[in-house]
């Protein structure tokens, strides 16, 4: 079982930064696929960005390319999402999950989930 818990959500105006972190426990997270969803209210949840927690290669959003940045630490266990320039159509709920295997920008494939952080862009 691994147990997923983000922290660093807030509200910041838009044009400013957050860094959100996941610390994953039970399991190594080297061997996990890590990704950030989001969900805003009344909106399916979607992908945002994904890190292979073994060759460390990294996929994004269109809508976060060159704003979000995803990164790993293996020996902490730890999985960061810096984002830059936000907007407030970046407000959601962020979601922290891992898969073995499957398609990285799809949800039901990963089976680990945190419980989520707001982030809220003000305009």
């Known amino acids: 079982q691994v147990r997923l818990v983000e922290s660093g959500g807030g509200l910041v105006q838009a044009g400013g930064s957050l860094r959100l972190s996941c610390a994953a426990s039970?399991?190594?997270?080297?061997?996990?696929?890590m990704g950030w969803f989001r969900q805003a209210p009344g909106k399916v949840r979607e992908f945002v960005a994904a890190?292979?927690?073994?060759?460390?290669?990294?996929s994004y959003a269109d809508s976060v390319k060159g704003r979000f940045t995803i990164s790993g630490d293996n020996a902490k266990n730890m999985v960061y999402l810096q984002m830059n320039s936000l907007k407030p159509e970046d407000t959601a709920v962020y979601y922290c999950?891992?898969?073995?295997?499957?398609?990285?920008?799809?949800?039901?494939?990963?089976?680990?989930w945190g419980q989520g952080t707001q982030v809220t862009v003000s305009s």
């Open positions: 039970g399991r190594t997270f080297s061997s996990l696929t």
């Open positions: 999950a891992g898969q073995s295997s499957g398609n990285l920008k799809h949800a039901p494939s990963y089976d680990y």
């Open positions: 890190v292979n927690g073994i060759g460390g290669s990294t």
